[in-house]
């Protein structure tokens, strides 16, 4: 069978004028209780308003000031601790928040914890204060955010403003004034590199220059949006961006938009690069990591690629940290001793529609390590071009590590040693996966399976190593391969499967021939196998999609064997552990070209979800690269030379061209994502 040539082979910005609800102010003497207020008058301009114990003189608001005990504070109220709130200051004792926002009436107790500033962003204790103890005037200050000049410090001695009332009803709230909404509820915090210096991260208008920037001043629940644009560590070796708990970063916005509705489905790309002096192939200054995970975070519309060091881990990404979400993410072109693209110390990591392509480790996992710590999660991945010089080109995980995923690609890459796709000491739980023209010096081209595990409806064709060409088992565990496909694949020795300990067990399946076992046991339950003759059972799709063949369909006038072969009970198990991943019933995806969904029994092999993404055409002349594609939400085209990654308008997804600009011999990835893995083509310059 001839496989066609898709990889050349090894080598809000709502402001909110509501209060959050805030936990106790630090440090405060308490002030007093009240009901919330009319809303009162707009204070005048104010001065540089004196800081707190602790903390600098933050400048004074524009905008009018929230008074405590029913006296509207003038301009510039100073925070205790930092910095004056720029957009109304707010008073101690639990009345009204800056910008106008009322604090919530209380009974005792600790002063407000204040909002932030015009630049500031975090606060102590939210937007809202909590109104302090019964008794007279509160003495002490709100507890400091990050304000306008001065670092968040102890609450200070400088009182609240306006004058507090002895028990009466609470001040009224200032309404914001023209340095804007101090203290609101900010839900976003906005960035783009071609903003002007000086910005405070409100708004596009005023955005923030770098993501970390964003991200260091943004709090829990809170979101960081990142335009389009290059992305750099500030400094040689640096990381470009670590995460914080709790916050979630967007990419790919044009840099106008005010709701997620609005982003554009063809992402442009935000791009974080790790070649800090752009000066690639010179590698020695570059980001030893380009991302650094936090937990509870999501990053979503991202290019992260030319970070490592032969002497660090994670060039791409690291990684100790539980509940990580990558989504719509291009890994691309990452090194490092171990985990090229991703290295998970411990905790749990979640790629949805992701692409690890072409990164490399001069020991294991090329596109990913994972320690026994580690659980890997992913639906809708293709992992491509990923070398390891040592064991697992794509993926490498430790025993007692877990893997667990559907809707997989796992494409032409390779190992010097074992597990040219995936080296699994992990238990896995797979289903619905490709493994496409890996390759491995010593064993397994495909698949190194060493722990207990299961895998179902797998296709592997084209996968080259000295021995088990498509899998290799060891230990003395039982493994399972149910519903798959096994057609195609070379070794000089067992060119299926090699099985060196312990237990393979392929059930309901099609193999091209009967097992080659040195030691242990091949157990074939219901396979096609050996004597009984089915041609190539593949299809090919003009995406490169691993079709089965079906009589009628296609011009076809054979039925492969692996139609109808697999078990139910079996493919309806493999769905069980994915709920959360949200993995599409198989009853709902297709083995066939013309995309009609699978009935009972089901089929072995690969399965796509209907109207899945796909490259059916990628070109390229001296001058020109043109394409064609099926489902692509978004394309991003690689230039390796310029180290750079462009998106592809809208109205030519379908179909287009554009000059490149590429010398003779450069090679160029066209990656589109839609429904099912993400379609990667590449092509050589002339």
């Known amino acids: 069978m001839n496989l066609p040539k898709r990889r050349i082979a090894h080598g809000c910005v709502w ?10 102010g630090s440090d405060g003497n308490g002030g007093f209780a009240g009901a919330s207020g009319e809303a009162g008058s707009t204070g005048s301009t104010g001065g540089n308003g004196a800081g707190g114990t ?5 400048s004074g608001a524009t905008g009018a000031a929230a008074a405590s005990g029913g006296a509207a504070a003038s301009g510039g109220a100073a925070a205790s601790g930092g910095a004056a709130a720029s957009g109304g200051a707010a008073a101690s004792g639990g009345a009204a928040a800056s910008g106008g926002a009322a604090g919530r009436a209380g009974t005792g107790g600790a002063g407000m914890a204040g909002a932030a500033g015009s630049s500031g962003v975090t606060s102590a204790g939210g937007a809202g204060g909590i109104s302090g103890g019964s008794g007279s005037a509160g003495t002490s200050g709100m507890a400091g955010a990050a304000g306008t000049s001065g670092a968040a410090g102890s609450a200070g001695a400088a009182g609240s403003a306006g004058a507090a009332g002895s028990a009466g009803a609470a001040g009224s709230a200032g309404a914001a004034g023209s340095a804007g909404a101090g203290g609101a509820n900010q839900e976003v915090i906005f960035v783009d590199g071609d903003a002007a210096p000086g910005g405070d991260g409100l708004s596009w208008a005023t955005a923030f220059r770098t993501p970390q920037r964003g991200v260091d001043l943004a709090s829990a629940g809170q979101e960081v949006w990142v335009a389009e644009g290059t992305y750099r560590a500030a400094s040689s070796g640096a990381t470009v961006l670590a995460l914080k708990s709790g916050v979630d970063v967007y990419g790919g916005w044009l840099g106008t938009e005010q709701s997620h509705a609005e982003r554009p489905t063809a992402l442009p790309v935000s791009h974080l690069h790790g070649d800090v002096n752009g000066d690639d192939p010179a590698t020695a200054d570059n980001s030893q990591h ?14 992260i690629s030319h970070g490592g060091s032969l002497l660090a881990n994670g060039g791409g990404m690291q990684g100790l940290a539980n509940a990580v979400t990558l989504r719509h993410v291009l890994i691309w072109n990452n090194r490092a001793r171990l985990g090229g693209g991703i290295m998970m110390i411990a905790g749990h990591l979640t790629l949805l529609n992701t692409a690890v392509v072409d990164n490399s480790a001069i020991s294991r996992g090329g596109g990913y390590y994972g320690t026994s710590s580690a659980r890997l999660s992913m639906r809708e991945v293709t992992l491509l071009g990923n070398h390891a010089t040592v064991d697992g080109g794509g993926v490498y995980a430790e025993a007692n590590g877990l893997v667990a995923g559907g809707n997989i690609t796992v ?6 040693r074992d597990g040219g796709g995936l080296f699994l000491a992990a238990s896995p739980g797979l289903a619905s996966i490709s493994f496409i023209g890996n390759s491995a010096l010593r064993n397994a081209g495909g698949l190194n399976f060493t722990a207990p595990g299961t895998i179902n409806n797998a296709t592997f064709v084209g996968n080259v190593a000295a021995s088990g060409g498509a899998i290799r088992g060891s230990g003395p565990a039982t493994r399972a391969l149910n519903n798959s496909v096994i057609y195609g694949n070379a070794a000089g020795l067992f060119p299926d499967v090699f099985d060196f300990t312990g237990n393979t067990l392929v059930q309901w399946s099609c193999t091209e021939q009967d097992f080659n076992i040195l030691i242990g046991n091949a157990l074939l339950d219901g396979s096609a196998s050996g004597g009984v003759t ?16 079906h009589a009628g369909v296609g011009g076809e006038t054979l039925t492969s064997a692996c139609v109808d072969r697999g078990s139910v009970a079996a493919a309806d198990d493999s769905l069980s552990g994915f709920t959360a991943l949200g993995l599409t019933d198989w ?19 690969r399965h796509y979800l209907p109207g899945h993404v796909a490259v059916d055409s990628f070109t390229v002349d001296a001058t020109l690269v043109s394409w064609t594609t099926r489902g692509a939400d978004a394309c991003w085209l ?3 030379t310029s180290a750079s990654v462009s998106s592809i308008p809208s109205a030519q997804l379908a179909a287009g061209n554009t000059a490149h600009g590429a010398t003779s011999g450069v090679v160029l990835k066209l990656v589109c994502f839609g429904a099912d893995a993400p379609a990667v083509r590449e092509v050589v310059v002339p």
């Open 638 to 640: 690689t230039a390796p």
């Open 290 to 303: 380009v991302l650094e995970l936090a937990t509870n975070t999501t990053l979503d519309g991202f290019v």
């Open 54 to 58: 602790g903390g600098s003189s933050g």
């Open 534 to 549: 089915f041609g190539d059972p593949v299809h090919l799709g003009s995406g490169g999609e691993l079709y089965l063949r």
């Open 411 to 416: 494409e032409s890459n390779s190992a010097d």
């Open 587 to 605: 009853r709902q995806q297709t083995t066939r070209i013309d995309e009609a969904t699978d009935p009972t029994p089901v089929d072995a092999g």
């Open 15 to 24: 402001v909110l004028l509501v209060a959050c609800s805030g936990g106790d």
